[in-house]
């Protein structure tokens, strides 16, 4: 199971992520198995800048998780995101989450995701996707979700399935 996260708080930040989803899922090597609801999230790290839509996704590739991630950066890239501060406002951002049982930590990559087991906006859409998985030490994303108190900054903004998908 290869998941991916996708988050945007600049412009139309609807388009933007399925833009992203669209440029992944024409990728030769990437079929694009499933696809979350979009859920309205206020931006946690940096809290002043603009509500974030986050939604995920997932994948089946014969990609190797850096050759995953070189085409998520290159979609960010085409897609002009650019990186000026830490944590702060951007218009596309692809996250690996979750790449098989695989753990990856180095400089570049680090797998599962390293917030992810304490993100209402990253396990929300996972529950939706993945309900089934085992993300972090065990635990399933509803179980992760449930220690966490406060969900509230996490709303859904739009269904969305596979099939309703405007590709
Ligand atoms: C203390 C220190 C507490 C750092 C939290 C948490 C930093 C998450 C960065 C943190 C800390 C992050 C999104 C976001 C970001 C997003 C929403 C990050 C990276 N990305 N907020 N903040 N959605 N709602 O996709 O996740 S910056
Ligand atoms: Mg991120
Ligand atoms: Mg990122």
Not at 23 to 31: A, D, E, G, P, Y
Not at 39 to 68: C, M, R, W
Not at 70 to 95: S, T
Not at 138 to 156: H, Q, W, Y
Request: charged share 25%; net charge negative; proline share 5%.
């Amino acid at each position: 199971m290869i998941l991916i996260g996708l988050g945007s708080n600049i412009g139309d930040r609807k388009k933007n992520i399925l833009t992203a989803i669209q440029k992944l899922s024409q990728h030769q090597k990437i079929s694009l198995t499933n696809i979350s609801s979009l859920y309205e999230t206020k931006p946690v790290g940096v809290t002043n800048q603009p509500d974030f839509l986050n939604g995920a996704i997932h994948i089946d590739t014969t990609l190797s998780p850096l050759e995953l991630l070189e085409v998520c950066l290159d979609v960010e890239c085409q897609m002009g995101r650019v990186r000026d501060q830490r944590w702060g406002p951007r218009n596309i951002d692809i996250d690996i989450l979750v790449y098989h049982d695989l753990m990856i930590q180095d400089e570049v990559l680090n797998v599962p995701h390293p917030r992810l087991c304490e993100r209402a906006f990253v396990l929300i859409p996972l529950q939706e996707i993945a309900g089934e998985i085992k993300v972090d030490r065990g635990l399933t994303p509803g179980e992760l979700l449930s220690r966490i108190c406060d969900k509230s900054d996490v709303v859904l903004y739009e269904q969305l399935s596979l099939e309703l998908l405007p590709l």
